[in-house]
Each structure stands twice: as structure tokens, then as C-alpha cells.
């Protein structure tokens, strides 16, 4: 990024804070997240929203019910989304801003609508279409919040991200085109703030310079963050989340799971990387870049510490975290002849042309494996496998990784690991992941055991401490 100012004329720091979607699910939501921002005296916030919890999914349906014909179906699904957000609103925001915000909804709806009879009619939901549907949500959920802050009082201005944020035409997955993007976010924003507004962005959207619309992929709100932080030099980027931070692993999988209060963005991005849902794994690379520090942060208790994300930060112990990533399949190939480099890159080749990132490779015994998320695309991928070797894919895998720095260099980590969990037909996969990572593939059915009995290695609860009472207490936090 070139030319960038790290701050405003008006000398104060810019925070970007991203809310999630149980961050803006509901009004008793919304008013925390107006909470959240008032207090934010003396910086300069852009708030950055995602889709109200749900909505992307719904309108993921609503879309393939109109793409096999169903389109009453798919109609009667959106509707249910408009009056959510209109009810949202009638709970937020009053009179005449009510009116306004109304008539914005209504015609983003109509849009909606229109784009399901187009749906309806081509009976194709491809990947380009798929990010005009689900876009949607991230329009009406930043109009909405827009005007809720108004409402409270806190002058703010919605801004299209689709106008600011440019990327590549990669649907679904697409990347922003670094220069144009910081220019115009610049272009946009800077005079917003410099008349003391709060700017209000849609997460997870963007479009092409063509004006395409296209998505950063599913969980993107936080990377939307990240380039907006990044291409206005921020001073912080809050991630606003229903967790107290980055914890030790999923509390979902585990209840024992802590917070780490400090790491560094290599942890972090690691552990994105690998399945913790909690950052989208883009989300690091720009904050690093500009060395703009990290939070993640719980909006149901915005008091906590959260976790800080910086360069110089560490977890400070060997194992940092522990994530799963489900929905994993393992590609296996044997070829006839010995593998090489040349088959290598062939087999590569193939998962490159149908757009299929390869999370891990591992090859023993003649044999290469692939570990890859389930995608549409397989069928594809295996016969054009099948020109090079014999192929078999295996389905309802899971890759459990522990997260660490140097942590493939301590020899007894793996091996107390493996120990912990050899009993549930685990596979030690190593290659194809960096210094900070050892990973094992299981069934899809074991991930939670597997991930409670790691974590009941590598971060035991610390005994008890008796006071004179007899009582105890437990110490809950990690780093
Ligand atoms: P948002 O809607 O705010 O973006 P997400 O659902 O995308 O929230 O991410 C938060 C969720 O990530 C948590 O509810 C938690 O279940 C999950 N998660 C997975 N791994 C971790 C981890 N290591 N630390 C914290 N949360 C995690
Ligand atoms: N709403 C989008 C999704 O559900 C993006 C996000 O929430 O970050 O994937
Ligand atoms: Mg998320």
C-alpha cells in the first residue's frame, strides 16, 4: 500500500470495529453495539456490520429453492427476512428516519425479489449470482444500523462497500485489487470522518471495477475490516464477536476452553487458517501488513480484555490452541509408476483448475493424499485425477490441528498428542503445514473427543485453590 496517511487531520485515531452476526441479531443487539461505539470517545470509529445472524444462510436457500423452481418457496423464505429487518426497525428507529429507512429496505426486497424470478427463470444459481443473493444481507443490516446510531444520536453516514471495496472477479472468494480499493475507501471515508460522522460499511461485500458484485467468501466481515483498517492505517481493528476472544479452542467443542489474552498475528492467522471460525482467515494478512494491532472482542461483555493480536504479542506457551475444521475430504492417489515431482505438480494442477485450495498433502507408501474442503467440484477433480492414478476419496473427515509456535520442534508434543487421542483411529498428517502446526485427521464423529482430549493434555485445569473457608476456585484464563 502506498501513500497512506496513519492519521486524520483532525488528529484522532481511526478504530474500525466489526460486528458479527449475533453482534446485530435482534434490538436488544443493536443497542449494545450503540453502546459499544458511544463509549469510543476521542477516536474516530467506522463500523463494519455483518448480515443478522441467519440471514446468509436463508438466503443461500432461498436461492437454491428459486434455482430448482421453487420459487414460491424462495419468495416466502426472503420475506420472512424483510419483515425481520422491518421490525427491527420499527423497534430502533421512529418518524420520519423510520419512513426513509422503510423505503431503502423495501427496495433492496424488491431487487431481491427480482433476482429470484431471474433465478427462477435461468434455473442456475452460479457462483456470480450467488454473490449478487447474498450480498443482500450485509445491504439491509448496514442501512439498518445506520440509522439505528442516527436514532441514538450518533451521526453516522452508511457507505456502499460494493463501491469502495474492489476485487478480482474469484466469486465467492474474491480478493481485493490493493490499490484501487485504498484509494477509494480513502476517497470515501476520509471526508466522512473528517466532519466527525461514523461511516457504516457492509461486511463480507465488494464488487469488481466492472461494478460486479462479488463476496469475500463466508465469514469475510472480518477481512472487510482488516482492508478498511488497513487502507486508512487505523489504530486498532475490533473484531466484535459472541466470545470473549480467540480461545484456547472452539468453547463450542469444549467447555473448558480459555482465553488467550495475547498472541501473535502468525498464531492467529494459523489458527484461522485451520478451521477456528472465530476470524476468517484473510483477516490477518492486511493487519500484519500494516502492523495495526488486533481485538477480539465479546459485545455481550464489552467490558472483558478480549485477545490482542499484534506482531510482538505470544500466547507464551507451547501449544497456543487447538481448532478442527470439519467437511474435509481426503483425496487419495496412487500411481502405477513411482511419485515424483513431475506428478506432483500434475495432481496440483488439477486441484488449482477447479478452484480447489489444498489444505494439506501427505504422501507415504506410494501414495499421495490431499486433504481438501467438501466442494461441488470433486466429481470433477477425481476423473481428472483419474487420467494420472487410481483415486479414492474419503468423506466425513475432520483435520484437528494444534496451533504453536516452533511447535513441530518439540519432539514430545506430538508424541503426547498422539497418545492422548491413537485410540480413535487418528492419521498424523505433518506435511504441507508450517513450523507452528501438527495435525491429525479424523472422523468426522470423533472431533469433539479428540478435541476435548487434547485440550485436557495441553491446557489442564489448574488445581483447585482452597482458601481457609474450604472453598475453591478455579483460575479461567489462558496466556
Ligand atoms: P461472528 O458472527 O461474530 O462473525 P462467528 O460465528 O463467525 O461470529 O465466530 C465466532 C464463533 O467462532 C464462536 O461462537 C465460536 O464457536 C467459534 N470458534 C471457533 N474456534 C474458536 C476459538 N479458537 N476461539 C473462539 N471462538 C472460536
Ligand atoms: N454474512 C456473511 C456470512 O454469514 C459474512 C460474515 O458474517 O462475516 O458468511
Ligand atoms: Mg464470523
Redesign the pocket.
Known amino acids: 500500500m502506498s501513500g497512506r496517511q496513519s492519521r486524520f487531520e483532525t488528529g484522532d485515531d481511526v478504530v474500525v470495529m466489526k460486528?458479527?452476526?449475533?453482534?446485530v441479531e435482534n434490538a436488544a443487539a443493536v443497542r449494545r453495539l450503540i453502546g459499544i461505539v458511544r463509549s469510543r470517545a476521542g477516536v474516530q470509529p467506522v463500523v463494519v456490520v455483518?448480515a443478522l445472524?441467519g440471514v446468509t444462510d436463508q438466503l443461500l436457500e432461498a436461492g437454491n429453492a428459486a434455482a430448482r423452481g421453487h420459487l414460491g418457496e424462495a419468495l416466502a423464505g426472503v420475506r420472512k427476512v424483510y419483515v425481520r429487518h422491518e421490525q427491527l426497525a420499527d423497534s430502533l428507529v421512529e418518524g420520519s428516519a423510520n419512513g426513509a429507512l422503510d423505503r431503502e429496505l423495501r427496495s433492496e426486497f424488491q431487487a431481491l425479489e427480482a433476482l429470484l424470478h431471474t433465478l427462477e427463470a435461468s434455473r442456475h444459481l452460479d457462483s456470480k449470482s450467488q454473490d449478487g443473493l447474498l450480498g443482500f444481507g450485509e445491504c439491509f443490516s448496514s442501512r439498518l444500523v445506520k440509522e439505528a446510531l442516527s436514532e441514538a444520536g450518533i451521526k453516522a453516514a452508511h457507505v456502499d462497500a460494493r463501491s469502495c471495496i474492489v476485487t478480482d472477479a474469484h466469486h465467492g472468494q474474491a480478493r481485493p485489487v490493493w490499490d484501487v480499493t485504498e484509494e477509494r475507501l480513502q476517497q470515501f471515508l476520509r471526508p466522512l470522518l473528517a466532519s466527525g460522522l461514523v461511516p457504516v460499511l457492509g461486511g463480507f461485500i465488494a464488487s469488481t471495477a466492472d461494478g460486479v458484485p462479488t463476496t469475500l467468501g463466508r465469514?469475510g466481515?472480518?477481512f472487510s475490516a482488516a482492508i478498511v483498517g488497513a487502507a486508512l492505517g487505523a489504530a486498532r481493528i475490533e473484531?466484535?464477536?459472541?466470545?470473549d476472544?480467540?480461545?484456547?479452542?472452539?468453547?463450542?467443542l469444549c467447555s473448558e476452553?480459555r482465553v488467550i489474552r495475547k498472541m501473535s498475528f502468525d498464531e492467529a492467522a494459523e489458527?484461522a487458517q485451520f478451521?477456528?471460525?472465530?476470524l476468517h482467515p484473510a483477516t490477518l494478512g492486511p493487519a500484519m501488513r500494516e502492523n495495526i494491532p488486533v481485538y477480539?472482542l465479546n459485545s455481550r461483555r464489552p467490558e472483558g480484555a478480549g485477545t490482542e493480536i499484534t506482531t510482538r504479542a505470544r500466547s507464551g506457551k507451547l501449544v497456543s490452541?487447538i481448532?478442527a475444521k470439519r467437511d474435509v475430504v481426503a483425496v487419495e492417489i496412487e500411481p502405477a509408476q513411482a511419485l515424483d515431482s513431475e506428478l506432483l505438480r500434475a495432481a496440483y494442477a488439477v486441484f488449482d483448475r477447479h478452484s480447489c485450495p489444498v489444505d494439506i498433502m501427505e504422501t507415504s507408501l506410494g501414495r499421495m493424499s490431499f486433504l481438501v474442503g467438501s466442494t461441488a467440484a470433486l466429481p470433477g477433480i477425481a476423473a481428472d485425477l483419474r487420467v494420472l492414478a487410481e483415486v479414492r476419496c474419503e468423506n466425513h473427515k475432520a483435520l484437528v490441528c494444534l496451533v504453536g509456535e516452533n511447535i513441530r520442534r518439540q519432539p514430545d508434543v506430538a508424541s503426547r498428542a498422539f497418545a492422548a487421542v491413537a485410540d480413535l483411529d487418528v492419521r498424523v498428517i505433518c506435511q504441507g503445514a508450517s513450523d507452528r502446526t501438527i495435525s491429525f485427521l479424523v472422523e468426522e464423529s470423533k472431533v469433539e473427543e479428540s478435541v476435548q482430549r487434547l485440550h485436557g493434555v495441553f491446557f489442564p485445569l489448574p488445581e483447585p485453590v482452597r482458601d481457609w473457608g474450604g472453598s475453591s476456585s478455579a483460575f479461567c484464563q489462558a496466556g
Open positions: 460486528f458479527g452476526g449475533t453482534s455483518s445472524r465469514g466481515s472480518d473484531i466484535w464477536t459472541d466470545v476472544g480467540v480461545m484456547t479452542t472452539d468453547p463450542k476452553a489458527l478451521g477456528a471460525k472465530v477480539v490452541a481448532t
